[in-house]
Nanobody, 123 residues
Framework: EVQLVESGGGMADTGGSLRLSCAVS????????IGWFRQAPGKEREGVSC????????YYADSVKGRFTISSDNAKATVYLQMNNLKPEDTAVYSC????????????????WGQGTQVTVSS
């Protein structure tokens, strides 16, 4: 059973940075695609970024390209989301999720989810 635990959320000013961590246990992290999603109040959940060792390049939503970077440390079984040049519209609850092997541009179901961490960006 996949278990995911997020950390690193908090508050930042516009233009600031935060790094989120997703600790993965129960399965080898390199056998799964790990994605970051976010949901702001009153908005639909959005797939932000995803990484998979089975695919060539990570996936990024257009809204975060050039600002966010996803990476994986297999030895620590942790996936990171480095968020730079934050904007108020990045304010949301961020959750990591896992699915077998492929990100598929985050269009397919992710069966396993963490509890989420709040990110708040002030203007």
């Amino acid at each position: 059973e996949v278990q995911l635990v997020e950390s690193g959320g908090g508050m930042a000013d516009t233009g600031g940075s935060l790094r989120l961590s997703c600790a993965v246990s129960g399965v080898p992290v390199n056998a799964y695609a790990i994605g970051w999603f976010r949901q702001a109040p009153g908005k639909e959940r959005e797939g932000v970024s995803c990484i998979s060792s089975a695919e060539g390049a990570p996936y990024y939503a257009d809204s975060v390209k050039g600002r966010f970077t996803i990476s994986s440390d297999n030895a620590k079984a942790t996936v990171y989301l480095q968020m730079n040049n934050l904007k108020p519209e990045d304010t949301a609850v961020y959750s990591c999720a896992a699915r077998p092997m492929f990100c598929w541009s985050m269009t397919q179901t992710f069966p396993s989810w963490g509890q989420g961490t709040q990110v708040t960006v002030s203007s």
